[in-house]
C-alpha cells in the first residue's frame, strides 16, 4: 500500500508531456558523444512564436521567456556537471575539441499558481525546448532532444498543481538531458525522475 501511494505522489508531481530522448547521429568525420570530454552549454535563443493578444502580453511574455532561457542554460550546465560524465563543463568561451549545446526555448508559460491550485484545470505551467548537441569547431549537430513539459489538469485542490510550476518543469527536462548525453557518453548516472 505504501508502495502505492508513493507512486501516486511521484506521478502527480512529474507533470504531463515528454522529456524527450536523445535522439543521435554520427558526424561526418565518424565522432559521435562518446568522443567528447568537455561541453560548452551556450544561451538558448528564444523561440515563442505564439500570437499575443495585447502589447501587454507580448511584452510579459518575451521578458520571461528571456528569464527562461538563460535559466535553462545555466540549469543544464550544473545537471551536466552533477553527473561527472565529463572532465569539463562550462558556460563560457572554450576551445575545441568540445561539444556545444544549445537551442531554444520555445514556450516559457508559468502559468498561475492560484488558478491551478483552486481550479485545477486552468492556469497551466508549460516549458517547450529545442536542445541541439553539436561539435563546436564545425557545428555538426550529433544529437537533438525535444521537451514538451506542462503540469497536469488535476482537480481543485490537488497539491501537485502547485510544485508543477515552469521552473520545476525545466529542473526535469535539464536532468533528463545530463542523463540522456552521460549514457551516450558510456557514464551511467543514476536515472531522473519522469
Same mark, same amino acid.
Given at each position: 500500500?505504501?508502495?502505492?501511494?508513493?507512486?501516486?505522489?511521484?506521478?502527480?508531481?512529474?507533470?504531463?508531456?515528454? $522529456?524527450?530522448? $536523445?535522439? @543521435?547521429? +554520427?558526424?561526418?568525420?565518424?565522432?559521435?558523444?562518446? /568522443?567528447? /570530454?568537455?561541453?560548452?552549454?551556450? /544561451?538558448? #535563443?528564444?523561440? /515563442? @512564436?505564439? *500570437? #499575443? %493578444?495585447?502589447? *501587454?502580453?507580448?511584452? !510579459?511574455?518575451a521578458?520571461?521567456?528571456?528569464?527562461?532561457?538563460?535559466a535553462?542554460?545555466a540549469? =543544464? #550546465?550544473?545537471?551536466?556537471?552533477? @553527473?561527472?560524465?565529463?572532465?569539463?563543463?562550462?558556460?563560457?568561451?572554450?576551445?575545441?575539441?568540445?561539444? +556545444?549545446?544549445?537551442?531554444?526555448?520555445?514556450q516559457?508559460?508559468?502559468?498561475?499558481?492560484?488558478?491551478?491550485?483552486? =481550479?485545477?484545470?486552468?492556469? %497551466?505551467?508549460?516549458?517547450?525546448? @529545442?536542445?541541439?548537441?553539436?561539435?563546436?569547431?564545425?557545428?555538426? !549537430?550529433?544529437?537533438? &532532444?525535444?521537451?514538451?513539459?506542462?503540469?497536469?489538469?488535476?482537480? &481543485?485542490?490537488?497539491?501537485?498543481?502547485?510544485? +508543477?510550476? =515552469?521552473?520545476?518543469?525545466?529542473?526535469q527536462?535539464? %536532468?533528463? &538531458? #545530463?542523463? !540522456?548525453?552521460a549514457?551516450?557518453?558510456?557514464?551511467?548516472?543514476?536515472?531522473?525522475?519522469?
Amino acid at each position: 500500500m505504501r508502495t502505492i501511494v508513493l507512486l501516486g505522489a511521484v506521478l502527480m508531481a512529474a507533470g504531463c508531456g515528454t $522529456l524527450g530522448r $536523445l535522439d @543521435t547521429k +554520427q558526424g561526418a568525420a565518424g565522432r559521435s558523444i562518446a /568522443d567528447y /570530454d568537455r561541453v560548452i552549454v551556450a /544561451d538558448f #535563443a528564444a523561440n /515563442d @512564436t505564439r *500570437e #499575443a %493578444k495585447t502589447p *501587454e502580453q507580448a511584452a !510579459e511574455r518575451a521578458a520571461a521567456i528571456e528569464e527562461g532561457r538563460k535559466a535553462f542554460s545555466a540549469k =543544464v #550546465a550544473e545537471e551536466i556537471r552533477a @553527473t561527472g560524465a565529463f572532465a569539463e563543463v562550462a558556460q563560457a568561451k572554450m576551445v575545441a575539441p568540445a561539444l +556545444q549545446i544549445t537551442g531554444s526555448v520555445d514556450q516559457w508559460e508559468p502559468g498561475n499558481v492560484a488558478a491551478r491550485s483552486l =481550479v485545477g484545470f486552468a492556469g %497551466k505551467s508549460e516549458f517547450n525546448a @529545442t536542445v541541439v548537441v553539436s561539435d563546436l569547431e564545425t557545428g555538426e !549537430e550529433l544529437a537533438r &532532444i525535444v521537451v514538451d513539459r506542462n503540469s497536469w489538469p488535476l482537480p &481543485i485542490g490537488a497539491s501537485s498543481n502547485v510544485v +508543477q510550476s =515552469v521552473e520545476f518543469l525545466m529542473h526535469q527536462a535539464a %536532468k533528463r &538531458i #545530463a542523463h !540522456e548525453l552521460a549514457a551516450a557518453k558510456g557514464h551511467a548516472p543514476p536515472p531522473p525522475a519522469r
